[in-house]
C-alpha cells in the first residue's frame, strides 16, 4: 500500500532540472534510501515533499490526498516530518527543550501562554522517553549547539521522531561523523523507526549504511530516477552499480 | 518538598527587597521616590519590549509609540470624558496600546531582521509625527487643537482617584508608589510566566532557528504577532503610569529616541536573562541621573558612564553578574522549581 506518490513532479532552478518529472512511490512502513551523486536531486526531492520548496509542476499524494499545495503545518499534521543535511536545531534550548517543543507543538499546546512548561508532566515523561531512545538521555540539560557533532544529529532526527510522523524524511542523518558514529547513529534511528512502524526515506552517500539498512534504493541521476529495487537488485545492476560503488560494469 | 538551601536563598533576596519595597516611600525623599518609580515603570517597559527582543529575537525601534499611547489615550478620555478614576484612565491606556501594537505588529511581523527594525521605526515616527504636527489633536475638534495649540503636543493629566480615593497632593506619590510596585510585580510575574510557558519556549525556538520552528509546526509569524501584541500591553500599562506619575505626557515619549533608551537599557541589563531588563532599566535611570549633575555636557556624561557600563558588563550585568560564585549560586537556587 502506498503511502506517498509523486506524479510527474518537476522543479527547475533556470536551466538546471533540479527535479525532473519525478514518479515516486513510497510504500507503507518501508525504509527506502534515495541515492544518487551530487546535484542528482535527491534533497530538491524531498524539500518539495515537505514544502520547503513549491514543484513547477506536478502532484504529490500522501495517503491519496493531494498535498502538493498544503503548507509547511498542515503537511506535519498529516503526518510528514524530515531533518536537514545540515543540522537544524535550537542551539541556545537544552536538547531536553528541542525535543519538549516538538511535543508541545504536536499536542497543540504550544499556544499555552500562563502554564509553566516544566509542569507539563505527560510532555515531560514524553521527552524524557524519546532522548531515551536515542540514547542521548544524559545530555537533557546541555545546550544543543554544545553537543558533539554525532549527538546533535540524534537530536535533529529525535525532534522529528518527538512529531510522531507516519513518514520520515532524513537528510544525509550521518553526514560529517566518524565511522563509529555512523553505525551508532543508523542503529539507533534504524531501530526507532522499525518499532515505531514509520515508514523513513534517507539520504544518504555512504553505500554501506546504504545497503546495510535499507528495504530498498530509489537512484537518482539529473532530476531523474535512474533505478529503483532492493539493495541486491541494485548491486546487481551493473551500470548503477558502476555509478554508486565504482564497481566495473558486468554487462 | 524545597531544598534548605532553595528556601534559604529565596529569604536572602526576597525578605530584604520586600521590606525595602514596602519602606522606601518612608526612607527616600520626595524626589528620589519619583525616580524610584519611574525606574520601576521604565523596567516594565523594558521587560515588555524584551518579549519581543530578546525572547523572539525581533529588533523594534518603534516601542516608544506604545508606551505614549498609554498615557495619550488616558490624558484624551481625561479631557473629553471627564474621567477622574485612574482605573479607567490605566485600562483604556493599556487598551489603546494594545490596539496599536496589534494593528502595527499585524504589518511589522511581516519582515525579520532589520527590515522588521526598519518597519517599526518608520510606523513609530508616523505615530509621533500624528502628535507633533497635532493631527491626532485636530480629531477632537476645535477644543482639540486649541489643547494643541497651548501644549504643542503635550497633554496635562491631573491627579486622578486611586480606587475612588482623592489624595490630597503630597499623599499623592507614596500612595501611586504601591500601586506602580503592584503593576510591577504582576507585570514580571505574567511575563515569567509567558516566559517560562511553552509559547514562550516557541518565542525563543523561533529566534534561535525559523525555519527548525516551522518544521516543528510552529506558526512563527502567528507568534510574532502574538508576541508583539503582548508587548505592548506592557508598554501601554507603563505609558498609563508614567503619564499619571509625571502628571504630563509629551511627543518625547513617542520619538525614536525614547525607543532606542529602550533597547539600550535591555541590552544593558542583558537580553537573555529574564531579570536582565529590569537591571538595565536601574542602572540607565542610575546613570542618567548621575549624568544629570552636569549641567553642561549631560549627554558626553550619559554616553560616557554608558561606554563604561558596557566595557564591565560585556555580557550585560545579568550575565556578567552570573559569573560572579556567590550571585550565581544564590540565582541558581532562587532559579530551582522556578524556571
Given at each position: 500500500?502506498?503511502?506517498?506518490?509523486?506524479?510527474?513532479?518537476?522543479?527547475?532552478?533556470g536551466?538546471?532540472?533540479?527535479?525532473?518529472?519525478?514518479?515516486?512511490?513510497v510504500?507503507?512502513?518501508?525504509?527506502?534510501?534515495?541515492?544518487?551523486?551530487?546535484?542528482?536531486?535527491?534533497?530538491?526531492?524531498?524539500?518539495?515533499?515537505?514544502?520547503?520548496?513549491?514543484?513547477?509542476?506536478?502532484?504529490?499524494?500522501?495517503?491519496?490526498?493531494?498535498?502538493?499545495?498544503?503548507?509547511?503545518?498542515?503537511?506535519i499534521?498529516?503526518?510528514?516530518?524530515?531533518?536537514?543535511?545540515?543540522?537544524?536545531?535550537?542551539?541556545?534550548?537544552?536538547?531536553?527543550?528541542?525535543?519538549?517543543?516538538?511535543?508541545?507543538?504536536?499536542?497543540?499546546?504550544?499556544?499555552?501562554?500562563?502554564?509553566?512548561?516544566?509542569?507539563?508532566?505527560?510532555?515531560?515523561?514524553?521527552?524524557?522517553?524519546?532522548?531515551?531512545?536515542?540514547?542521548?538521555?544524559d545530555?537533557?540539560?546541555?545546550?544543543?549547539?554544545?553537543?558533539?557533532?554525532?549527538?546533535?544529529?540524534?537530536?535533529?532526527?529525535?525532534?522529528a521522531?518527538?512529531?510522531?510522523?507516519?513518514?520520515?524524511?532524513?537528510?544525509?542523518?550521518?553526514?560529517?561523523?566518524?565511522?563509529?558514529?555512523?553505525?551508532?547513529?543508523?542503529?539507533?534511528?534504524?531501530?526507532?523507526?522499525?518499532?515505531?512502524?514509520?515508514?523513513?526515506?534517507?539520504?544518504?552517500h555512504?553505500?554501506?549504511?546504504?545497503?546495510?539498512?535499507?528495504d530498498?534504493?530509489?537512484?537518482?541521476?539529473?532530476?531523474?530516477?535512474?533505478?529503483?529495487?532492493?539493495?541486491?537488485?541494485?548491486?546487481?545492476?551493473?551500470?548503477?552499480?558502476?555509478?554508486?560503488?565504482?564497481?566495473?560494469?558486468?554487462? | 518538598?524545597?531544598?534548605?538551601?532553595?528556601?534559604?536563598?529565596?529569604i536572602?533576596?526576597?525578605?530584604?527587597?520586600?521590606?525595602?519595597?514596602?519602606?522606601?516611600?518612608?526612607?527616600?525623599?520626595?524626589?528620589?521616590?519619583?525616580?524610584?518609580?519611574?525606574?520601576?515603570?521604565?523596567?516594565?517597559?523594558?521587560?515588555?519590549?524584551?518579549?519581543?527582543?530578546?525572547?523572539?529575537?525581533?529588533?523594534?525601534?518603534?516601542?516608544?509609540?506604545?508606551?505614549?499611547?498609554?498615557?495619550?489615550?488616558?490624558?484624551?478620555?481625561?479631557?473629553?470624558?471627564?474621567?477622574?478614576?485612574?482605573?479607567?484612565?490605566?485600562?483604556?491606556?493599556?487598551?489603546?496600546?494594545?490596539?496599536?501594537?496589534?494593528?502595527?505588529?499585524?504589518?511589522?511581523?511581516?519582515?525579520?531582521?532589520?527590515?522588521?527594525?526598519?518597519?517599526?521605526?518608520?510606523?513609530?515616527?508616523?505615530?509621533?509625527?500624528?502628535?507633533?504636527?497635532?493631527?491626532?489633536?485636530?480629531?477632537?475638534?476645535?477644543?482639540?487643537?486649541?489643547?494643541?495649540?497651548?501644549?504643542?503636543g503635550?497633554?496635562?493629566?491631573?491627579?486622578?482617584?486611586?480606587?475612588?480615593?482623592?489624595?490630597e497632593?503630597?499623599?499623592?506619590?507614596?500612595?501611586?508608589?504601591?500601586?506602580?510596585?503592584?503593576?510591577?510585580?504582576?507585570?514580571?510575574?505574567?511575563?515569567?510566566?509567558?516566559?517560562?510557558?511553552?509559547?514562550?519556549?516557541a518565542?525563543?525556538?523561533?529566534?534561535?532557528?525559523?525555519?527548525?520552528?516551522?518544521?516543528?509546526?510552529?506558526p512563527?509569524?502567528?507568534?510574532r504577532?502574538?508576541?508583539?501584541?503582548?508587548?505592548?500591553?506592557?508598554?501601554?500599562?507603563?505609558?498609563?503610569?508614567?503619564?499619571?506619575?509625571?502628571?504630563?505626557?509629551?511627543p518625547?515619549?513617542?520619538?525614536?529616541?525614547?525607543?532606542?533608551?529602550?533597547?539600550?537599557?535591555?541590552?544593558?541589563?542583558?537580553?537573555?536573562?529574564?531579570?536582565?531588563?529590569?537591571?538595565?532599566?536601574?542602572?540607565?535611570?542610575?546613570?542618567?541621573?548621575?549624568?544629570?549633575?552636569?549641567?553642561?555636557?549631560?549627554?558626553?556624561?550619559?554616553?560616557?558612564?554608558?561606554?563604561?557600563?558596557?566595557?564591565v558588563?560585556?555580557?550585560?550585568?545579568?550575565?556578567?553578574?552570573?559569573l560572579?560564585?556567590?550571585?550565581?549560586?544564590?540565582?541558581?537556587?532562587?532559579?530551582?522549581?522556578?524556571?
Amino acid at each position: 500500500m502506498s503511502l506517498l506518490r509523486t506524479q510527474k513532479l518537476v522543479k527547475h532552478f533556470g536551466d538546471t532540472r533540479a527535479v525532473d518529472g519525478v514518479d515516486l512511490i513510497v510504500s507503507q512502513g518501508e525504509f527506502l534510501s534515495l541515492v544518487g551523486a551530487n546535484g542528482a536531486g535527491k534533497t530538491t526531492l524531498v524539500n518539495l515533499i515537505s514544502a520547503y520548496l513549491q514543484p513547477d509542476s506536478g502532484h504529490i499524494f500522501f495517503q491519496d490526498q493531494d498535498i502538493t499545495f498544503l503548507p509547511v503545518a498542515d503537511r506535519i499534521k498529516a503526518g510528514i516530518a524530515r531533518s536537514f543535511q545540515l543540522v537544524n536545531l535550537f542551539d541556545d534550548l537544552s536538547a531536553f527543550d528541542n525535543v519538549a517543543l516538538a511535543v508541545f507543538s504536536r499536542e497543540g499546546k504550544t499556544r499555552n501562554l500562563f502554564t509553566l512548561a516544566e509542569k507539563d508532566d505527560a510532555v515531560t515523561q514524553e521527552t524524557l522517553e524519546v532522548l531515551r531512545e536515542f540514547g542521548i538521555e544524559d545530555k537533557r540539560e546541555t545546550l544543543a549547539g554544545g553537543l558533539a557533532q554525532g549527538e546533535r544529529k540524534l537530536l535533529d532526527v529525535a525532534v522529528a521522531h518527538a512529531l510522531r510522523p507516519k513518514l520520515l524524511f532524513l537528510d544525509e542523518p550521518t553526514s560529517g561523523v566518524s565511522t563509529r558514529d555512523k553505525a551508532q547513529i543508523m542503529d539507533t534511528v534504524s531501530s526507532v523507526v522499525r518499532a515505531g512502524k514509520i515508514t523513513a526515506v534517507i539520504i544518504e552517500h555512504d553505500m554501506d549504511v546504504v545497503f546495510k539498512y535499507s528495504d530498498r534504493i530509489v537512484v537518482m541521476q539529473e532530476g531523474s530516477i535512474l533505478a529503483d529495487g532492493s539493495p541486491d537488485e541494485i548491486r546487481q545492476n551493473g551500470e548503477v552499480a558502476a555509478m554508486l560503488l565504482g564497481a566495473p560494469t558486468s554487462t | 518538598m524545597h531544598d534548605a538551601r532553595v528556601v534559604a536563598a529565596r529569604i536572602l533576596v526576597l525578605v530584604p527587597a520586600g521590606a525595602w519595597v514596602l519602606l522606601a516611600p518612608a526612607a527616600l525623599s520626595p524626589y528620589l521616590l519619583i525616580i524610584w518609580c519611574y525606574a520601576l515603570i521604565f523596567s516594565i517597559a523594558c521587560l515588555g519590549l524584551n518579549l519581543v527582543f530578546g525572547t523572539t529575537g525581533l529588533l523594534s525601534l518603534g516601542h516608544a509609540a506604545y508606551f505614549g499611547a498609554g498615557a495619550y489615550a488616558g490624558a484624551f478620555l481625561y479631557r473629553f470624558a471627564d474621567i477622574h478614576s485612574f482605573e479607567v484612565y490605566f485600562l483604556v491606556g493599556i487598551l489603546t496600546s494594545t490596539l496599536l501594537a496589534a494593528g502595527i505588529g499585524f504589518l511589522c511581523v511581516r519582515a525579520t531582521k532589520i527590515h522588521f527594525a526598519i518597519l517599526t521605526l518608520a510606523f513609530g515616527q508616523i505615530f509621533h509625527s500624528l502628535f507633533i504636527d497635532g493631527a491626532i489633536f485636530r480629531l477632537f475638534g476645535p477644543l482639540g487643537w486649541a489643547l494643541y495649540l497651548v501644549g504643542e503636543g503635550s497633554m496635562y493629566i491631573p491627579r486622578l482617584t486611586i480606587l475612588g480615593i482623592e489624595f490630597e497632593p503630597e499623599e499623592f506619590i507614596p500612595a501611586f508608589y504601591y500601586v506602580i510596585v503592584f503593576a510591577f510585580c504582576a507585570s514580571v510575574f505574567l511575563l515569567w510566566r509567558i516566559n517560562h510557558s511553552p509559547f514562550g519556549k516557541a518565542l525563543r525556538a523561533i529566534r534561535d532557528n525559523q525555519t527548525r520552528a516551522v518544521y516543528i509546526g510552529i506558526p512563527v509569524r502567528q507568534y510574532r504577532w502574538y508576541a508583539f501584541t503582548i508587548s505592548g500591553v506592557f508598554l501601554g500599562l507603563a505609558g498609563a503610569l508614567y503619564g499619571q506619575l509625571d502628571r504630563q505626557i509629551t511627543p518625547e515619549q513617542l520619538d525614536w529616541l525614547f525607543s532606542a533608551e529602550l533597547v539600550l537599557a535591555t541590552v544593558l541589563g542583558g537580553t537573555r536573562d529574564f531579570i536582565g531588563p529590569v537591571l538595565g532599566a536601574f542602572v540607565f535611570i542610575g546613570l542618567d541621573e548621575i549624568a544629570g549633575r552636569w549641567a553642561i555636557g549631560h549627554n558626553i556624561m550619559m554616553g560616557l558612564l554608558l561606554m563604561l557600563v558596557v566595557f564591565v558588563f560585556p555580557r550585560g550585568l545579568a550575565g556578567t553578574l552570573d559569573l560572579v560564585p556567590g550571585i550565581r549560586k544564590v540565582g541558581l537556587l532562587m532559579k530551582r522549581k522556578w524556571l
